[in-house]
């Protein structure tokens, strides 16, 4: 994902920080079409990580 090594290499520039990192891969996580809902990627900001279990 262009956006995310982008976003890293910003933050590592010191350009932004990391809430606006984190803000800007999640915006682009909800607004892309091909990321599987069921894995709960677009959840919302409580839903941070991903948990493997067997119904997913």
Known sequence: ????????LSYEAGEIDGDKAADIVF???N???????P???KD???HRFYRATTPR
């Not at 994902?1 to 890293?8: L, R």
């Not at 607004?31 to 809902?37: A, F, I, Q, R």
Request: glycine residues 8%; hydrophobic residues 30%; aromatic residues 8%.
């Open 1 to 8: 994902m262009d956006v995310t090594h982008e976003t890293c």
């Open 27 to 29: 915006q682009a996580i």
């Open 31 to 37: 607004d892309c079409e091909s990321v599987n809902t």
């Open 39 to 41: 894995f709960g990627w």
């Open 44 to 46: 919302g900001e409580d």
